[in-house]
């Protein structure tokens, strides 16, 4: 039985740690729109070939891409997440996007900022995003793009669930707050193991 157990265990040990390694993407790519803050992002993105799309590790989203070999860059940020009941969602982002920034939950266009942004790296700056959105349960995915032409001063992201204290965009952080199917599977059979292993002791 205990190595039944284990087996299972280890599968859903795997499937969290795939849903964590999946929750939240930042990809990047060239593009030189010069100082037009009217494009289209998303169509730009798709339009890309695989081969001209890098993928970003982070700890944390904050401060990131900071500096000149950084300009001339557009970035899409996709968060997974998967609430067991209806949450509200608050999505800030502090950004140098020269070209302007558009964020789309489940495939529709939420927000369309065409504007120089620069938020000086002051929260309380006019330009940063600040975008509400309601949560179904089940799956959602937020989809987040940005565009910088010169001068890269760095992006910074945070978030807050139910209008909780904010806290910076990470895996970990967003973990803790909207766990994975992953995880609430593998919390649930590491209790029942508990569980049976107390029975037998007795």
């Not at 790519?29 to 037009?36: I, K, Q, R, V």
């Not at 904050?62 to 998967?82: D, E, R």
């Not at 609430?83 to 939950?105: C, I, K, M, V, Y």
């Amino acid at each position: 039985m205990y190595k039944k157990l284990f087996a299972v265990c280890a599968l859903l040990f795997t499937v969290s740690f795939s849903a964590n390694a999946a929750l939240i993407t930042i990809e990047s790519a060239d593009a030189n729109f010069g100082n037009n803050t009217n494009v289209d992002l998303a169509g730009y993105w798709a339009g890309l070939d695989a081969d001209d799309i890098s993928s970003e590790a982070f700890t944390a989203a904050t401060m990131l891409f900071s500096g000149s070999q950084f300009n001339n860059s557009i970035y899409k940020m996709t968060i997974n997440l998967f609430p067991g009941t209806e949450r509200q969602f608050s999505f800030f982002a502090g950004l140098d996007a020269g070209n302007g920034a558009e964020l789309f939950h489940n495939g529709a266009l939420i927000a369309d900022i065409n504007s120089n942004l620069w938020w000086s790296k002051r929260w309380s700056n006019n330009s940063v995003i600040a975008q509400n959105m309601q949560l179904g349960a089940g799956s959602n995915q937020l989809t987040f793009f940005w565009a910088e032409n010169s001068n890269s001063g760095g992006n910074s992201f945070e978030f807050a669930i139910d209008g909780a204290e904010r806290a910076a965009l990470s895996v970990n952080n967003v973990q803790a707050q909207v766990p994975t199917p992953g995880t609430l599977g593998l919390f649930a059979l590491t209790l029942i193991g508990l569980s049976l292993f107390g029975r037998r002791k007795g």
